[in-house]
Each structure stands twice: as C-alpha cells, then as structure tokens.
C-alpha cells in the first residue's frame, strides 16, 4: 500500500472504512476500502464472498471496478476506481428536481449493470442510493459486500436489506430470487423523481403499512403466495384497497408510473427482469451499444498463491451507453438522411445515362 497515499476518509460502514486515495507514481484517484476483518492468507481473501462477486462482475462499466486487492499485514485493501459521489449526496445536495432525461439515463445506466450481475448468477441484496456511485452523468453499482449467489441451496437471510428498500417476501422466511433487486429499483426511480423516500417506515410494522398504503394490500389475484406467507407467521396486512401510487409521485409521467408499478409488484414473478426492463416504453429513447468483442471477458488475477499478496485485476473492454436523438431533432437527422439518399440514387441515374450516351 506504500504506493497510495492517503488523502480523506469519505465513508464508514459496519464492514469497513473507504478512503480517498491518490496512486503516486500516476496520479490517479483512488477509493480504498479498508475491511475491518482482515485475511491470515490469499486463499481465505480469495474466498470472501465479496470478492469472488466482484472479480466475476468486473467487466461492465455500470458496476464499480475493481483495480488491485491488497492482503498487507492481514488487513484487506479493496482499491477501487474513484467516483465523485454517491445518488444519496447528490440528492441530498440538490436544490432542483433531476430532469426526466436524467432519472431515464440513470435508470438506464443501473438496469443495465443489474441485467449484467444476475446474467453473471448474482443478486445484490442491498440497493439503495448510498451504494450506487455517480460521476458526471455516469452511475455504477457498488459495495457488494451482501451480494450472492442466485443459485444456491442455503437459506437466505430475511432482513438483510436497509429496510426502506426491502421487497415484501424479504419480511417472511422464503428463498427470495433477483426480482428483491428490482423492487429496490422500483423505489429508487421514485426517490430519484421526488428526491424523497418512498417508504419512510421507522420499522417492519410501519414498513408494510406504508407499502399497502402506496400501492393497495395484496390480495389472492396479486400475491396468494405472501398471503399464505403471512398466514403461517399469523400476520395480517393493513387493509387498503386502492393504488395510491400516483399521487405519492405527483410530477411521474405516465411512463414513469406503469414501470414503477410493475417493479413494485407484490408478486415477485409479475416483476420485470433487468433485461424487460430495458424494453419498457420508458427507454425508447436509449439504446445499448455494445462492444464489438472484449479483450478479456473475465478478470485476471497475477501472480502465484505462495507469493501475491496484492492481487491486480485486469480487465476487457466496457460496454458503452449512448443516447439517440429523439424527437424534433431525430425526425430532422431522419428526414435529410432520406433526402441525401434520394439525391445519391438520382446522381447515380444521371451518370449512368451520360455514360450510355456516350457509348453509344
């Protein structure tokens, strides 16, 4: 770690604490996460869950990459790409509302890194906007400290996620699937929008009141499984019959309210994947360009076990959001297009005939 310096202390969390850093020899900032469990070996920092997650998912440019591990003195060091923010700063900070363009482009950003993560068979477990990392117009996933697997056989824990972003069936003792991601995308897009939580409970209780206030109670037609869920812990959900959705997010367009209902499904399987996410109506305005092939499609680690203590993770190359013109302009840029190519088939017409003519 000689080779970093030190330069603020930007976070601390019950795993650790994450500095600002600066590379001496290049330059460049850095974001070093110092865990507070440290490793006595590289095979016992190679098996953290939390590592084998994020050696598999560092090939997508919306999920934070990971640049060097370093095992010194059985403490563990995470050197990460720096990002100027977090969402959380960043709305806090805000004085205006994000435009419609930008809650789109971010949202776009963040279902692509999750199509990305549960493609590669994990699930994060613990969205929220203090672990999703923004520079400029540019948002990454991160801190996946709680992330696992998908298909596995052991239990998951129930009350993992920061409450104010946990599905429904994460409050009941049932093996919940990557759609826990997906509810946790429905109520940051509504945060992004209103720049306020959406489910502001102060505990499980109050949590659940306020869901079915917002979206109705669940019923036999939208969620029987969670009734019986229910049933067998003897709960009983708050009675509210209508969606109230709309009126939680006033400024939402029309859009922005469907996609978000169906991510805030009580029923996990009525929820859509990342990838049908990225299909809704919402996006027609985006489109994903990607790379022609990678460099490499899965981190390396350098060195031998008896030997490394700081495993380099080298990486391929990103996938690459871009954003189509739309309206006025893009029917302007479709409508001269057309023009040059019908210019283009009369030149051509013109030359040909010259030419028979001269032959002739």
């Known amino acids: 770690m000689e080779k970093y310096t030190l330069i603020k202390e930007i976070g601390d969390g019950a795993y650790g604490k994450v500095w600002r850093a600066v590379n001496k020899q290049s330059g460049e900032a850095v974001a070093i996460k110092v865990l507070k469990d440290g490793c006595t070996s590289l095979e016992e920092c190679l098996n953290l869950r939390e590592v084998k997650c994020l050696r598999k998912l560092n090939n997508h440019s919306n999920i934070v990459k990971l640049k060097e591990l370093v095992n010194q003195n059985n403490v563990l060091y995470f050197v990460f790409e720096y990002m100027d923010c977090d969402l959380h700063q ?70 993992i996620t920061t409450l104010s972003y946990r599905a429904p069936e994460m409050f009941f003792p049932c093996q919940y699937s990557s759609k826990v991601d997906m509810w946790a995308m429905g109520v940051i897009m509504a945060e992004m929008i209103t720049l306020r939580l959406l489910f502001p409970g102060n505990g499980e209780a109050d949590q659940i009141y306020d869901i079915c206030n917002a979206i109705g109670s669940p019923t036999m037609d939208t969620w029987p499984e969670g009734l019986a869920l229910a049933n067998s812990i003897n709960f009983k959900f708050p009675n509210f019959s209508s969606d109230n959705l709309s009126a939680l997010i006033p400024s939402a367009n029309d859009d922005e309210i469907n996609l978000i209902s169906s991510l805030l499904s009580w029923d996990p399987s009525k929820r859509p994947t990342a990838a049908e996410a990225l299909q809704h109506p919402y996006f027609l305005s985006c489109f994903h360009v990607p790379p022609p092939f990678l460099s ?65």
């Open 296 to 360: 490499g499609s899965a981190p390396r680690v350098a060195g031998t076990a008896e030997n490394l203590t700081s495993v380099t993770i080298a990486c391929g190359r990103q996938s690459v959001v871009w954003w189509k013109p739309s309206g006025f302009l893009y029917s302007k840029l479709i409508h001269y297009l057309e023009l040059i190519f019908i210019v283009s088939l009369l030149l051509l017409a013109v030359f040909s005939a010259c030419g028979f003519l001269f032959v002739s």
């Open 90 to 159: 960043l709305m806090h900070d805000r004085k205006h509302f994000f435009s419609e363009a930008e809650v789109r482009n971010f949202c776009f950003q963040l279902f692509q890194g999750l199509n990305y993560m549960h493609q590669q068979g994990y699930l994060h477990r613990d969205l929220k906007p203090d672990n999703l990392l923004v520079s400029k117009e540019i948002i990454k996933i991160a801190d996946f400290g709680l992330a696992r697997e998908i298909e596995t056989s052991s239990p998951y824990t129930e009350d």
